[in-house]
Every structure is written in structure tokens, then in C-alpha cells.
């Protein structure tokens, strides 16, 4: 079966956000690879530059995982304020739902704070402190 695993494009601070996530949900990366890492005379890397992340991942779950690399100066400039999607976190438990969405949306902004949602489930969102959208949510008829 297939799975979906979000990646995120950070303007620097990919492994800042990835410590807070981490965190938040617990477990360990399972692979950080840096710009020097991949760098080559077909690929030069500013010195600048050769620190940041190129790939990044965490496991969630049982069979997910959250992606992230850091978009360097020469490729542009990733605008963190115009994300026009959100990361789903389906938990197993109200109490799992509160405690990620409290642990997350620290130092964020809250869009609609955790309750009962028009579609039947216990939800909330929010725009984490590193511009991120996330909808956490538990449905009791799992």
C-alpha cells in the first residue's frame, strides 16, 4: 500500500525545525545529509552553504515519515508565509491530539484551537513557529 510522507522546504533552519519536531514526537532521524555531503566539481556548494541540510527524515508513526531540506540562497528563496497546504496528523487517542498540538503550535499561531470539528472528529490547526501548517485530529470511529 502506498504511503504519503510530507517534505518541507526550510530557508536555513531545516535541523532547527527537525530538533522541535523531534521534540515533539520522539524517535530518532534516520538520515541527515548536508550540502558538502553531495558537493563535487559537477555540483559545486558555497562554504556558506555546505552545512545546510539537503535531506532530513523523521519517522512518525508505525510506516511515515516527515521530510525536510533546506533550499539554498543560489536556488532561491522558499516563502515559509504562502504555504498553501497542511501536514494531517491522525493520532490514536484525544490525549495524543492534545499533547502533539500543544507541543507544535508552541511559539506559533493558533487558527482554530483543538475541539469538535464540522466533520465529526476532534481536530485543530494551527502555523507553527517555523511557518508550517499542521490539522491534528482524532476520530473516534476509527
Known sequence: MATTNPWINF???AQEAFEFYK?????????????KDIASDEFPVP?????????I???????????????????????????RSKILISTESKEEADRLFTGLSTGGSVEGPMGDSPWGTYAGMFRDKY???????FSSSK
Open 131 to 137: 511557518g508550517i501548517e499542521w490539522l491534528i485530529e
Open 47 to 55: 562554504e556558506k552553504e555546505e552545512n545546510k541540510i539537503m535531506y
Open 11 to 13: 530557508n536555513g533552519n
Open 57 to 83: 527524515a523523521l519517522p512518525i508513526g508505525k510506516s511515515n515519515m516527515l521530510i525536510a531540506n533546506d533550499v539554498p540562497e543560489f536556488m532561491g528563496q522558499v516563502n515559509e508565509n504562502e504555504n
Open 23 to 35: 521534540s515533539v514526537f520522539g524517535g530518532e532521524f534516520t538520515k541527515i545529509v548536508r550540502f
